[in-house]
């Protein structure tokens, strides 16, 4: 099998921290403005400790992938790309 019998994709994952200069109060507006979602929400979709790390996007495009690195890492938290394979049939 070769890598043109695979197809990439890109995972916007979160680490589970915040980033050290922002409070959680905060970030949890800043993430609440991003997603549209409840704190509530919020909260139990990123800050569950039994969730462990949280693939918020999933994209093919790079570029893509970056820009919501981009804006969750402006919100506040720690986030990072992950690609992953997928075998074609």
Do not use: P, W
Request: aromatic content about 8%.
């Amino acid at each position: 099998m070769s890598a043109v019998d695979k197809e990439v994709n890109y995972s916007v994952v979160f680490m589970g921290e915040i980033i050290i200069g922002f409070e959680k109060q905060q970030v949890l507006k800043n993430l609440a403005n991003i997603t549209r979602l409840s704190s509530e929400e919020i909260e139990k979709r990123f800050f569950n400790k039994a969730a462990g790390r949280v693939i918020i996007k999933k994209t093919s495009d790079l570029e893509k992938a970056r820009q919501y690195h981009g804006k969750f890492s402006r919100a506040g938290i720690a986030v990072g790309i992950q690609m992953d394979f997928e075998e074609l049939e």
